[in-house]
């Protein structure tokens, strides 16, 4: 059996790059599932909130431009014959009324303490894994999981590799795929220089007033849950040093309506605590679990409170699993 490159020289990279006619456009990250198209369908005006943000799709381009795929992120469609399998829901304190404040103000103050390692290298990179419910495809079963690695520079070129994932059983908690991946991998898609664009125009504030105004661009008195939303995008593109995490954990306890809610294990086994907020007339519940030690950001996931639609109370609608960051030397 052949076996694979464990690595994509510069090289290559550049000659792959040079391939390509015409140049490709500047794209994101696949949208599909990442935080970034959930807080954009976050956002989108509603005049009916809930049915609205069961039930509208997202558009979102491939990143080789060949198609449009319509995605919705909650319900399957009129047409499906069968509801998907869901995970089970993390083991939280659901009954607890405590802000999460005192918590996240406790914890900044120990993340800034710390004293860790800088990693260096020209890529920053990180790995997440997505899930969540699809609509409109009547050949799924209902289900998008995907892996996604992304190694990018500040020349704002990048590699990517999207790999999608295999289905799992329902009422399943702990994600399958978090350690070794299947063995067919995805090919890498290349950003040439100057064509991939990261969450920020620079690196995230060190300090909280910093921080929210980066996340809020522009935009003033998010809602909460946008808050979390957009803080929860800094995992996906970049490696957060202490100093970065504390003010990431103090903007958070500046936001009114975070609760905490006790301690539990991640969807790849790691321990943390959990903070929450509820929106949409308390029909939708974000879930943050974070390490109680570094302060990282592990997992984001949602949740509905309460049936409607045709969606029973208590199901997982979507969750983010941030399992890597680093600087490294090379992409792939």
């Known amino acids: 059996m052949r076996r ?39 956002e989108t005006p509603r005049r009916e909130p809930f049915q609205l943000q069961l039930r509208t799709t997202l558009k979102w381009a491939t990143r080789t431009g060949a198609a449009l795929v ?41 993340v800034e303490q710390r ?26 079963d209902g289900v998008n999981a995907r892996d996604q690695r992304l190694w990018w520079r500040t020349d704002r070129s990048a590699v ?30 290349l950003n040439p220089p100057g064509t991939f664009s990261p969450l920020l125009a620079g690196l995230p504030g060190r300090t ?23 803080a929860a995008q800094l995992c996906e593109y970049y490696v957060l040093d202490p100093a970065q995490r504390a003010a990431q954990l103090r903007m958070l306890a500046d936001t009114p309506g975070l609760i905490f809610r006790g301690r539990t294990d991640d969807r790849a086994g790691r321990a943390g605590a959990v903070v929450s907020v509820d929106s949409d007339g308390d029909h939708l519940r974000d ?26 109370a208590n199901t997982v609608i979507a969750y983010f699993i ?5 600087r490294v030397d090379r992409a792939g």
């Open 4 to 42: 694979r490159k464990s690595h994509i020289t510069d090289e290559e990279i550049m000659g792959m790059v040079r391939a390509q006619r015409p140049p490709q456009p500047a794209r994101e990250r696949s949208e599909m599932l990442t935080s970034r198209a959930i807080v954009r369908y976050a």
């Open 70 to 110: 319509v995605v919705g992120l909650l319900l399957p469609s009129a047409n499906a014959t069968a509801s998907p399998a869901t995970p089970g829901p993390l083991s939280i304190d659901n009954t607890s009324t405590t802000p999460a404040d005192e918590y996240l103000l406790d914890l900044a103050k120990r």
């Open 115 to 140: 004293s860790e390692p800088t990693s260096t290298g020209p890529y920053t990179y990180t790995r997440v894994q997505v899930w969540g419910l699809e609509t409109g495809d009547e050949q799924s």
């Open 160 to 189: 990517s590799i999207d790999t999608p994932l295999p289905p799992q059983p329902p009422g399943r908690r702990r994600a399958e795929w978090t350690q070794a991946l299947p063995e067919k991998a995805a090919n890498p898609v």
């Open 208 to 230: 909280r007033e910093t921080m929210r105004e980066q996340l809020e661009r522009g935009q003033r008195n998010l809602p909460a849950e946008q808050i979390v939303r957009r």
């Open 287 to 312: 879930i943050l679990v974070f390490d109680d030690a570094t302060g990282e950001l592990l997992s984001l996931e949602r949740v509905t409170l309460k049936a409607r639609d045709g969606v029973p």
């Open 322 to 326: 941030f399992l890597e960051h680093s």
